[in-house]
């Protein structure tokens, strides 16, 4: 089957690509510590995942030493953080390719150990996800029950995440992508399993989309809304999350998005399942795209067990503009390339996928360097 679909451009918002193949936000936990800074190695890697015209999605990343949740993820907070990203966006668009970088605030998927004063995490209310979580050190321990946030707090962390979207801006970022998605705070906000609040924040679903609409608006009159996007994962289970009607939430969500003429919306399918190798899909598994895209309006980006085929049909069939790859990505650095020619792929390593060094990063080979082997 011809991948060609994949292959025409396709305008993003104030960006204008070349080809629809995304590499999709993927945490690594690699910065430099102590300090969570973007280092060498992760331009190297950024670099090597660029295309000319293509566009790259970062890691998720800390607005705030309060967003934290994985030890060795990125912030964009300190002068010294947005120095290093710019090293990053500079290697990316060496190579004529695009960078949004994607913004987080991990609330109740924290530990106190890596929080400011070594508080409890904080979340829309006293609700602790279920499971065990990771320390700063690497140990497993169960979940703590998180410390619901006041209004005014809620007010300063919309502000944050202006300011992290100004600072991507300084460090050379073509936009941002604002985390809604895979149960962090946004998504623990939207939801009625993890929102319990009674204030304007909680409650129908017009309220639980508001710090939603709050931080895009914000984020919006710092960089544009052609320099915005926003990830959701609609039916996603990941870290405890759940809604008595996700459909109609959703709906929402997707109209309020749209009415905001942002860069795109981009959507996880429910159908993989990042913590196993399993790509089957879901059985009965809704697909977001179809029934999201017309109630946003605009370019819709869906990532979740694609693959070059499923892709290239999902854009033919008109339901979804682009596609992101996750662990595909990972090991194939020239996956654009690749997915253009038919060339085979390379197997990515699951052990190596967070924290660590340059093995399991940069080492896995471009076609190029195959070749010559
Ligand atoms: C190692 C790893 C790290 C991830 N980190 C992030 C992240 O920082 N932000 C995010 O929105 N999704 C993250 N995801 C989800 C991916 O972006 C993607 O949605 C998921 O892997 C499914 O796509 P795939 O089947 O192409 O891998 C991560 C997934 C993996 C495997």
């Keep these: 089957m011809t991948l060609e679909a994949l292959f025409q451009p396709l305008t993003v918002g104030a960006v204008h690509l070349s080809h629809r193949v995304v590499m999709a936000p993927l945490t690594r936990m690699r910065s430099r510590q102590p300090g969570d800074v973007p280092q060498g190695m992760n331009a190297v890697y950024y670099g090597q995942r660029a295309s000319a015209g293509g566009l790259v999605i970062t890691e998720a990343t800390d607005i705030t030493e309060q967003a934290r949740g994985y030890p060795g993820a990125p912030g964009c907070y300190s002068p010294e953080q947005i120095a290093g990203w710019r090293t990053v966006t500079d290697a990316v668009h060496a190579k004529g390719g695009f960078i949004f970088l994607q913004i987080w605030h ?3 998927i924290s530990h106190s150990s890596m929080q400011p004063g070594g508080g409890v995490p904080v979340a829309p209310s006293a609700v602790a996800a279920p499971g065990t979580h990771f320390t700063r050190s690497f140990e497993s321990v169960p979940f703590e029950t998180p410390r619901p946030l006041t209004g005014a707090e809620i007010a300063g962390i919309v502000g944050d995440f202006a300011q992290a979207a100004r600072n991507a801006r300084e460090a050379g970022f073509d936009g941002v992508e604002i985390h809604g998605a895979n149960g962090y705070l946004i998504d623990q906000f939207l939801r009625d399993g993890t929102n319990k609040r009674t204030d304007g924040y909680g409650g129908p679903i017009a309220n639980r989309v508001r710090f939603l609409t709050e931080i895009v608006d914000a984020v919006v009159g710092v960089v544009g809304a052609d320099r915005v996007g926003v990830r959701l994962s609609p039916w996603g289970t990941f870290n405890g999350m759940e809604d008595s009607d996700t459909g109609a939430l959703f709906d929402v969500v997707a109209t309020e998005l749209g009415r905001r003429g942002l860069a795109y919306m981009h959507l996880v399918e429910p159908r ?78 699951r052990s190596t996928f967070y924290g660590g060094d340059e093995h399991g990063y940069t080492d896995y080979p471009a076609l190029q360097q195959q070749a010559a082997e």
């Design 272 to 349: 993989a399942d990042q913590s196993s190798d399993t790509n089957a899909l879901h059985p009965n598994a809704p697909d977001a795209s179809s029934r999201f895209k017309p109630k946003f309006g605009g370019v819709l980006i869906a990532a979740g067990g694609f693959t070059g085929e499923t892709a290239a049909r999902a854009i033919e069939s008109g339901t979804v503009d682009a596609v992101a790859f996750g662990r595909l990505f990972i090991a194939n650095p020239d996956l654009p390339e690749r997915l253009r020619t038919g060339a085979s792929l390379n197997r990515y390593d």
């Design 106 to 108: 991990t609330g109740r």
